[in-house]
T-cell receptor
Framework: DAMVIQNPRYQVTQFGKPVTLSCSQT?????MYWYQQKSSQAPKLLFH???????NEADTPDNFQSRRPNTSFCFLDIRSPGLGDAAMYLC??????????FGPGTRLTVT | AQSVSQHNHHVILSEAASLELGCNYS??????LFWYVQYPGQHLQLLLK??????LVKGIKGFEAEFIKSKFSFNLRKPSVQWSDTAEYFC???????????FGSGTRLSIRP
């Protein structure tokens, strides 16, 4: 089945220790998104790739970076995680502005 | 500014009750409208969407939504809810002038068995 896969599902990192979350898709969608979702809140868009074009949200901290080496893969790098970065990180894909398909998320814990 | 409002933060209903969740968006030209649902411990999934045509759209699991252009609204309805409808519901909008989706703050729906 075509899908959006996120690894790992759970990630524990230490304060200040860099961490990378990964997302892959078999849908061949041209747009990929990274969201941060905290408990009982709406997903907050961090950035997205429209094809190869990177679009950063104005309020996304510099601590968050992303890479999309090819259509199928997208990575979220958190250079120096703080306690406030503990959250669920969601990857999603779409064809243009059509519906988004979400992965199961990676729950990040910062100790 | 482009925005989406969901006025009901938490709705509690008994089984078989009718449901209507409100969603309003700010004016910004042509829009694509979505309702997503997040069941406890599961990922976000699409309930229904509206791009054009018949303003009354039907989605999965008996849900429907009505696009009222004059009111900038896209309310979600279900005639008779079930306990399994307990979830967080998010309204979302994509403006034609932008390539990203804007989510509402969500409505938590709790169903009493």
């Amino acid at each position: 089945d075509a899908m959006v896969i996120q690894n790992p599902r759970y990630q524990v990192t230490q304060f200040g220790k860099p961490v990378t979350l990964s997302c892959s898709q078999t849908l061949n969608h041209n747009v990929m998104y990274w969201y941060q979702q905290k408990s009982s809140q709406a997903p907050k868009l961090l950035f997205h790739y429209y094809d190869k074009d990177f679009n950063n949200e104005a309020d996304t901290p510099d601590n968050f970076q992303s890479r999309r080496p090819n259509t199928s893969f997208c990575f979220l790098d958190i250079r120096s995680p703080g306690l406030g970065d503990a959250a669920m990180y969601l990857c999603a894909t779409s064809i243009g502005r059509d519906e988004q398909y979400f992965g199961p998320g990676t729950r990040l814990t910062v100790t | 500014a482009q925005s989406v409002s969901q006025h009901n933060h938490h709705v509690i209903l008994s089984e078989a009750a009718s449901l209507e969740l409100g969603c309003n968006y700010s004016y910004g030209g042509t829009v694509n409208l979505f309702w997503y649902v997040q069941y406890p411990g599961q990922h976000l999934q699409l309930l229904l969407k509206y791009f054009s045509g018949d303003p009354l759209v039907k989605g999965i699991k008996g849900f429907e939504a009505e696009f009222i252009k004059s009111k900038f609204s896209f309310n979600l309805r279900k005639p008779s809810v079930q306990w399994s409808d307990t979830a967080e519901y998010f309204c979302a909008v994509v403006y034609s002038s932008a390539s990203k989706i804007i989510f509402g703050s969500g409505t938590r729906l709790s169903i009493r068995p």
